[in-house]
């Protein structure tokens, strides 16, 4: 029976997608007209769009008093200062004070020991030139930042008609501290279960917004006003202590139905983040000399070149000033470092005719390149080989582009598979091996 409910909550979910994918397909093909009406003047779609409207058109009054009181909340968040900015500065220049030329030496051996600090893989300033993709909610590409306001407000606006889902679905993606969310799901289910068990019970339809745990659990958190009024709490002042506060009550007649609180939490543990996918940002080049030769701009990397040379060189001195020996642990530090200094790779596939060049992050695995490849085949199920510069091929397409060394850009060499390839120029003649690329890639060829 749970494994019942639990496919036709994850129905539920994809369907709450699709209606928004058809939604925004009917908006795109634009108003409806009579059979008897002259068309030719009507505009068509525009394609790939680059911004997104402030908000949308058609919210019932309730989903706009929910969609202001989210983004008061979210602007209250934003708007909080940085208490630390005046101990960092101090710590700075007591740094510097501290420093003696005897302590230089053992200043850099520390911090060559040191371990590689973790890193968090879209932290850094986003490029003019990344761009990111969400198709579950629309065909919007758009800068990191500006994708996650879309799909902010794509959730603001779902409140009024579907209010459990939307509110869940707001729970998992609008918080970026995953314990906290796990805590705080954990501890609206206890709710709900405590009200499914006991719908007569007053102590459980009731809890108090200034109630320590609530507000370090649940509270905090965004989505979670949204959530508990979709179940059906509603904020109320009663008599506490000495005076009155704050509560949030549910009516018991709607406590009993027991069966909709099942499915609201079943919602709940079911609902997983909406995360902004990256976009290849597809180029197609003519042949060119210059394949090889790449701008990169420094936010393709976790730390700055110039910091990259500057670790460096704190390595080399402290090799030298302290006859420091690279043991393996040293070596297998060094390794992870390596691994974790790019965030993004440039790839471009040389075919005998063309150019095809696609960005993905350094931790994707090869085998993200093999499908983009394929995808954009015009005999995609012909066998293909890809090989590095070199001419090595590429074998174990679960290695990650910086495991291969391919970061933070490379070319790669295509090949069809010779052994198919001479069967299909056997059968076809010459025809099998003309195109290499979709006709509607190829219109996008420019020069390099």
């Given at each position: 029976?749970?494994?019942?409910?639990?496919?036709?909550?994850?129905?539920?979910?994809?369907?709450?997608?699709?209606?928004?994918?058809?939604?925004?397909?009917?908006?795109?093909?634009?108003?409806?007209?009579?059979?008897?009406?002259?068309?030719?003047?009507?505009?068509?779609?525009?394609?790939?769009?680059?911004?997104?409207?402030?908000?949308?058109?058609?919210?019932?009054?309730?989903?706009?008093?929910?969609?202001?009181?989210?983004?008061?909340?979210?602007?209250?968040?934003?708007?909080?200062?940085?208490?630390?900015?005046?101990?960092?500065?101090?710590?700075?220049?007591?740094?510097?004070?501290?420093?003696?030329?005897?302590?230089?030496?053992?200043?850099?051996?520390?911090?060559?020991?040191?371990?590689?600090?973790?890193?968090?893989?879209?932290?850094?300033?986003?490029?003019?030139?990344?761009?990111?993709?969400?198709?579950?909610?629309?065909?919007?590409?758009?800068?990191?930042?500006?994708?996650?306001?879309?799909?902010?407000?794509?959730?603001?606006?779902?409140?009024?008609?579907?209010?459990?889902?939307?509110?869940?679905?707001?729970?998992?993606?609008?918080?970026?501290?995953?314990?906290?969310?796990?805590?705080?799901?954990?501890?609206?289910?206890?709710?709900?279960?405590?009200?499914?068990?006991?719908?007569?019970?007053?102590?459980?339809?009731?809890?108090?917004?200034?109630?320590?745990?609530?507000?370090?659990?649940?509270?905090?958190?965004?989505?979670?006003?949204?959530?508990?009024?979709?179940?059906?709490?509603?904020?109320?002042s009663l008599p506490f202590e000495d005076g009155e506060t704050d509560f949030y009550v549910i009516d018991e007649e709607v406590a009993k139905d027991s069966a909709r609180l099942e499915n609201i939490k079943e919602i709940l543990l079911t609902a997983e983040p909406i995360k902004p996918q990256l976009d290849r940002n597809m180029k197609v080049y003519h042949p060119s000399p210059s394949a090889s030769r790449f701008n990169i701009p420094d936010e393709f990397y976790n730390v700055s070149p110039a910091e990259l040379k500057r670790e460096q060189q704190a390595r080399q001195e402290a090799t030298e000033k302290l006859g420091m020996l690279r043991t393996k642990a040293m070596r297998e530090r060094d390794e992870r470092r390596e691994l974790t200094k790019y965030r993004f790779v440039l790839i471009r596939v040389r075919f005998p005719d063309v150019l095809l060049e696609g960005t993905f992050k350094a931790n994707e695995p090869f085998s993200c390149l093999v499908e983009f490849v394929r995808e954009n085949l015009e005999h995609d199920w012909i066998p293909f080989h890809l090989s590095s510069a070199g001419g090595q091929k590429i074998t174990d397409h679960s290695l990650t582009f910086a495991e291969l060394g391919l970061a933070p850009a490379a070319v790669v060499n295509f090949t069809w598979d010779q052994q198919v390839m001479a069967e299909v120029n056997a059968q076809q003649g010459d025809k099998g091996s003309q195109a290499s690329l979709k006709q509607e890639v190829m219109a996008l060829i420019q020069n390099l």
């Open positions: 029976m749970f494994c019942n409910r639990r496919k036709i909550i994850m129905s539920a979910i994809k369907k709450f997608f699709q209606k928004r994918k058809l939604d925004v397909k009917f908006k795109r093909a634009g108003e409806g007209h009579k059979l008897t009406d002259d068309t030719k003047s009507a505009g068509g779609p525009s394609s790939r769009p680059q911004s997104v409207q402030a908000s949308r058109s058609g919210l019932s009054e309730e989903a706009a008093r929910a969609a202001e009181a989210a983004l008061i909340r979210t602007s209250k968040t934003q708007n909080k200062s940085d208490p630390n900015s005046v101990t960092k500065a101090r710590m700075r220049r007591e740094m510097k004070e501290e420093k003696r030329a005897a302590e230089e030496a053992k200043k850099l051996a520390d911090r060559y020991r040191e371990e590689p600090k973790e890193v968090v893989k879209d932290a850094a300033p986003v490029l003019s030139t990344i761009l990111y993709t969400c198709p579950n909610i629309g065909p919007a590409i758009l800068p990191k930042e500006e994708m996650n306001a879309y799909i902010h407000q794509f959730l603001l606006s779902q409140l009024g008609e579907e209010p459990e889902m939307a509110s869940a679905l707001m729970i998992q993606t609008l918080n970026k501290n995953k314990e906290k969310v796990k805590v705080c799901v954990e501890t609206l289910s206890k709710y709900l279960d405590n009200l499914i068990s006991n719908p007569g019970e007053e102590k459980f339809r009731r809890i108090r917004l200034s109630n320590k745990a609530f507000t370090e659990r649940v509270r905090e958190l965004e989505g979670t006003d949204e959530f508990l009024q979709a179940v059906g709490f509603k904020i109320s």
